[in-house]
């Protein structure tokens, strides 16, 4: 596993680029009025280059470090770490979104980032075919040597990750909840498997994530689609309605360069649209497994 700087060390107070620090300003960046992931993306764009404390004031700092401390930092979700743009790991291929972020917060073994991510997610409502379909499909993926990227979501995604690691494959979870919460309830065994031995990625700020409703924090889960995609080599929508938010994932996997593979399945539904869409957007029609694989050589 890759050095990382994690809460439980000594040594971040020291660092010339604190993880405490850059938190706050982040987390303080996220409870301005009417922040959104653009919003703040834009401040970077304005300024390349600056840290998220060069836009915060220090005395804002100071209060939500101190908050952080005694609400996140010392709470019993378990160790964790940061990563930040222009250090510590950051992924590149995370600058491929259009309102990529700055920082975002991980669980578990880091160097999983590194390795082949293909992204399987699907309906939270899935049917007995598309779960078989998952299972199917994600044991190939292992069989290759693939990490299954998904978001630890009811459905397709809880099939996807559990598929993995009971086949004895890796799996990458990026949540829409900040790390301290689990969404649905039902995965917190999931959630801990994931933490303790892959990798779960939250971009959700602890603060502001507390402050508002679940209707307010709903807007988070489609943004995670988003990081989803621009951390995995491609995306393969196993099963989804119209309305899917796994469509978020879609569109941004097409605007992000990366190959979008659609089961067949999903085109034989006469009810829906959306699969002719993205075909005729540049998504790739899939009827086996070995359609994916030669795409991905």
Known sequence: MSRSLNFDSSEFTRKPVSPLKEMAAYESLWMEKGAT???????????????????????????????????VVSSQ??????????????????????????????????????????????????????VKRTRKLVKHLVADGFTVVSGLAEGVDTVAHETAIENGGRTIAVIGTPLSEVYPKF??????????????????????????????????????????????????????SDTSGTLYQARA???????????????????????????NKGAIRVAEYKDIIEQLK
Request: aromatic share 12%; proline share 5%; with cysteine.
């Open 253 to 279: 996997a097409l605007n992000q360069n990366r190959k979008l593979f659609i089961l067949e399945s999903c085109f034989k539904n006469p009810s829906l649209k959306w699969p002719e869409k993205y075909l």
């Open 37 to 71: 992931f653009k919003t703040i993306a834009d401040k970077f764009r304005s300024s390349p280059g600056v840290l998220p404390s060069e836009l915060v004031s220090q005395k804002e700092l100071s209060e939500i470090e101190e908050e952080l401390l005694e609400r």
């Open 77 to 130: 979700f378990g160790r964790f770490g940061v990563r930040l743009n222009g250090a510590n790991e950051y992924p590149e291929k995370l600058r491929d979104a259009l309102n990529p972020v700055e920082l975002f917060y991980y669980q578990g073994w880091w160097d999983l980032i590194n390795t082949r991510c293909i992204a399987v997610v699907g309906a939270r409502k899935v049917s007995e075919d598309g």
């Open 187 to 240: 995965n917190k065994s999931l959630q801990e498997e994931i933490r303790k031995n892959h990798l779960i990625i939250s971009q959700v700020p602890f603060k502001r994530y507390s402050a508002q409703d679940y209707r307010s924090n709903r807007y988070f889960f489609p943004e995670r689609n988003v990081t989803m995609s621009a951390l995995s080599e491609a995306t393969i929508i196993v099963e989804a």
